[in-house]
């Protein structure tokens, strides 16, 4: 009867221990605020931007971004809004109709863009444990680049 009880207790206590340590890994990380690339750290294939500034306004499953591209001094910028569901949502980006969805698998965010005429575009996003450092691969129809953004300081 012990023997019984103990395994019972046994297999209880690992059953949480697994529940809780799956939870901790799947712990998906909020993108709040502004990042910029480390362009030492970035690599692109065929060329990429002189700098690149994201920044986040992440509550719940609402994702607001603001993201900047600069080349020779120009800025560009997009505002976008997601939710991380993996819904489609019809996005202005740089004057092109797209298609636009977010979701999670596990700690990383995939976001996709699928716009008119130029094809399919993602961005598989990751954070460092530490929250300081977000790295993202960015996969185009004939590139993969791997940008590495560090987070600001709030002022």
């Known amino acids: 009867m012990k023997s019984r009880i103990s395994a019972t207790i046994f297999t209880a206590l690992a059953f949480c221990l697994l529940t809780v340590f799956a939870s901790a890994q799947t712990k998906q990380p909020n993108l709040t605020g502004t990042w910029k690339m480390n362009a030492e750290k970035s690599k692109f294939e065929q060329g ?17 971004e603001t993201l900047t591209l600069t ?50 575009f993602s961005r598989k996003i990751t954070v460092s444990a530490d929250g300081k450092t977000m790295t993202m691969i960015v996969k185009q129809s004939t590139s993969t680049d791997t940008v590495v953004l560090e987070k600001q300081d709030a002022k």
């Open 71 to 120: 080349n020779d001094n120009n800025d560009r910028s997009v505002d976008l809004k997601y939710t991380t569901d993996g819904k489609e949502t019809p996005q202005d980006v740089m004057g092109r109709n797209a298609q636009t969805s977010a979701k999670w698998e596990g700690d990383a965010l995939m976001i996709n863009w699928k716009a008119d005429g130029d094809g399919d």
């Open 48 to 64: 990429g931007p002189s700098a690149i500034t994201i920044k986040f306004d992440h509550k719940d499953s609402s994702l607001s």
